[in-house]
């Protein structure tokens, strides 16, 4: 546990580290702010459930979320950073790129939540990560950001709520030619909760919605928390020291010997002995690595990363013969579960940030997404559809391990909907303008804050 290291840490750098650590959790408050208030708005505007009631609901499956949902998004989040060029910096160095990350993306989140602007977490974090990574690389010249990642993250933020607008209104358009009850269609009544039917619908999706959130944006928090960690005791996180070395050193030995044997007689057989030679290079320097030595520790990290994207590789182009694949994936697993991990205190850690966060500032956001996208206010099945989209869109993007922006899913869902009902004319053009700006400026204004937060920071610490 990171706690049980803080003691032998020089007073400055665990002071850093405690300060990092309430950072992180105050920025996935925030997001509970911003995201999780989209996924109890329905239910509490609809009077389905009464806030407290929704938001421990929300809560609870959040929790479920981010600890079922494994770490794919997680891993995609800290990628976006040269991590192995950061191991090897000072403390000084690191707390100046993690605080300049923290900074950027909770002084953006909070100002747009003040404003009850559904500002997208998704957009802040990566921002941020991108512009201190960055300015990083403008001054150690190492690996830099990987851009490479960073399109594909964008892209799908960019897909993502394009693909829950036009669900939505196909939604609506399918409910209001299948549904004879128009209560449906109509909206709440003050304080006045709806029919026993439409709230079983409308808590279904709050908590499809919820568990999806927490697969995907309660991930980017756990992604966050693991570069803090890396980066204040990188040690200690490099690799994952609660599981036995054997257990990895066991599966580059299975892929060796399965490579080896299956080299025999096929055409690609020097290019797959080759492969297999490097795992068992990587198994012997298992063998003989100091897990106490840094040094040593970052090189058997290198090693292992570069055997797994050499082993992708060959199963992506066919490389690798069919009677292997299965035990190579398999094994394959395995060595990537040494670098690619999170504590469980840390996945818990954030999913109580998250609830936390929404019970105390859900009431802003709210009101938007109720009552401010479109023109005429929420009606239940306008927020059914939209969650229902918002859940199927983030549950996608989570098994692909992409994140997403809730906030956008689920705004652009309610404006299709609004859409369906009424035509474009039904939507608050000043609300869609402000949550367009905000769309468009969030990416490079975190990014540029992140980056020149980072070049001052590093000066005094």
């Not at 980066?231 to 490579?259: C, G, W, Y």
């Not at 608050?428 to 980072?454: C, E, N």
């Amino acid at each position: 546990m990171a706690f049980a290291f803080i003691a032998d840490l020089p007073v400055f750098a665990a002071i850093l580290l405690i300060i990092c650590l309430l950072a992180v959790c105050f920025f996935e408050a925030i997001n509970g702010f911003h995201d999780t208030a989209n996924a109890v708005a329905t239910v509490i505007y609809t009077n389905t459930l009464k806030p407290v009631q929704a938001v421990i609901w929300s809560g609870v499956w959040n929790f479920i979320g981010v600890y079922a949902g494994g770490i794919a998004v997680a891993m995609g989040i800290i990628k976006l950073i040269p991590l192995n060029d950061l191991m090897v910096q000072p403390i000084g160095e690191n707390s100046a790129l993690v605080l300049s990350i923290l900074l950027a993306a909770i002084v953006w989140n909070l100002g747009t939540w003040y404003l009850g602007i559904p500002c997208s977490s998704s957009h802040t974090l990566i921002g941020s990560l991108l512009g201190a990574g960055f300015a990083f690389w403008s001054i150690h010249k190492g690996a830099g950001p990987n851009w490479g990642k960073a399109g594909e993250i964008g892209l799908s933020l960019l897909v993502s709520p394009l693909f829950g607008f036009s669900l939505a209104i196909l939604l609506m358009y399918m409910l209001k030619n299948t549904i004879k009850s128009k209560r449906i269609f109509k909206e709440p009544t003050e304080k006045k909760p709806p029919p026993f039917w439409i709230r079983a619908v409308l808590v279904t999706t709050c908590t499809l919605v919820s568990f999806f959130h927490g697969s995907n944006d309660g991930q980017k928090g756990v992604g966050l928390l693991l570069v803090v960690l890396i980066a204040f005791m990188p040690v200690q996180f490099a690799l994952n020291h609660s599981v036995p070395l054997d257990q990895f050193k066991n599966a580059a030995r299975s892929i060796e010997a399965t490579l080896t044997q299956a080299a025999a007689g096929d055409e690609h057989s020097d290019h797959i002995l080759a492969l297999a030679a490097q795992a068992g290079r990587t198994a012997a320097e298992m063998d003989s690595t100091d897990m106490k030595n840094q040094s040593q520790l970052f090189a058997l990290r290198k090693s292992i990363q570069s055997l797994n994207k050499n082993i992708e590789v060959d199963l992506k182009s066919g490389l690798i013969p069919k009677p292997a694949r299965d035990t190579v994936r398999h094994e394959l697993k395995t060595l990537k579960s040494s670098y690619e991990f999170a504590p469980l205190w840390g996945i818990i850690l954030i999913a109580l940030c998250l609830g936390t966060g929404t019970m105390i500032g859900w009431k802003r956001i709210v009101v938007t997404i109720g009552e401010k996208i479109g023109k005429s206010h929420l009606t239940y099945a306008q927020g059914a559809s939209a969650e229902l989209c918002a859940a199927a869109t983030i549950g996608l993007s989570t098994g692909l391990g992409l994140p997403v922006s809730t906030t956008h899913v689920l705004s652009s869902g309610i404006a299709g909907t609004m859409v369906a009902s009424g035509g474009i004319k039904n939507l608050q053009k000043r609300t869609i303008k402000s949550i367009a700006i905000a769309w468009l400026l969030t990416l490079p204004v975190s990014f540029l804050m992140s980056a020149l937060l980072f070049l001052f920071l590093r000066l005094i610490i």
